[in-house]
């Protein structure tokens, strides 16, 4: 079945570091992917996605590139905030179900 | 903010009782969605409903149901209720809950905590 794994956290940085969290997936078919953040105490947020391989998801200064070669889609920011300390969850879909499929969820921790 | 609200925010009962989770989807959006985020499970899919209509079902507990009516919004029924029930129930709603590349609008959560 569909599945997702993301890098065990936590991620803790210093300001201004570079960002990189892993995602890898398993599909049947030919998802659509995507990064979705929450943030303490609230819901979560669509951060960014990525409908076919090669397609590079960006916001907010995070980018992510659809990899179907190697069946990943890893988080990166090249500069890290203390505003960005959150969890951060990759997800994948497919047209034929319509659920999200989630990872784990990594939470990350900038100390400035 | 998404546009997804739910209602209440905090829940707080006893084992056995019976609770009821409101969502109210984004304007125009006919699908909705029930996750469950527990410590131990991570997120987990429960059921989709879209026009009305039940969709999808995903690990929803036969203890659990859910519904949604003409006018849209959706409820989460919980019923003998149990320590492990305790987790942050999220609606989320999408235009046409046809998944593939169609984004998700998450709600800010209920958290129930059931002692």
């Known amino acids: 079945g569909n599945s997702v794994t993301q890098m065990e956290g936590p991620v803790t940085l210093s300001e201004e570091a570079f960002l990189t969290i892993n995602c890898t997936y398993t599909?049947?078919?030919?998802?659509?992917l995507f990064w979705y953040v929450q943030y303490p105490g609230e819901g979560l947020q669509l951060l960014l996605k990525?409908?076919?391989a090669d397609d590079k998801g960006s916001n907010k200064g995070f980018e992510a590139t659809y990899r179907k070669e190697t069946t990943s889609f890893h988080l990166e920011k090249g500069s890290v905030q203390v505003s960005d300390s959150a969890v951060y969850f990759c997800a994948l879909s497919e047209s034929s179900n319509y659920q999200l499929i989630w990872g784990a969820g990594t939470k990350l921790i900038i100390k400035p | 903010d998404s546009g997804v609200t739910q209602t209440p925010k905090h829940l707080i009962t006893a084992t056995g009782q019976r609770v009821t989770l409101r969502c109210s989807p984004r304007?125009?959006?006919?699908?909705v969605y029930w996750y469950q985020q527990s410590l131990d499970q991570g997120l987990q899919f429960l059921i989709q409903y879209y026009n009305g209509e039940e969709r999808a079902k995903g690990n929803i507990l036969e203890r659990f149901s859910a519904q949604q009516f003409p006018d849209l919004h959706s409820e989460l029924n919980l019923s003998s209720l149990e320590l492990g029930d305790s987790a942050l129930y999220f609606c989320?709603?999408?235009?046409?809950?046809?998944?593939?590349?169609?984004?998700?609008?998450f709600g800010p959560g209920t958290r129930l905590l059931v002692l």
């Open positions: 304007s125009g959006d006919l699908s």
């Open positions: 990525a409908t076919k």
């Open positions: 989320a709603s999408s235009v046409s809950g046809t998944g593939g590349p169609e984004t998700q609008y």
């Open positions: 599909a049947t078919g030919y998802p659509s």
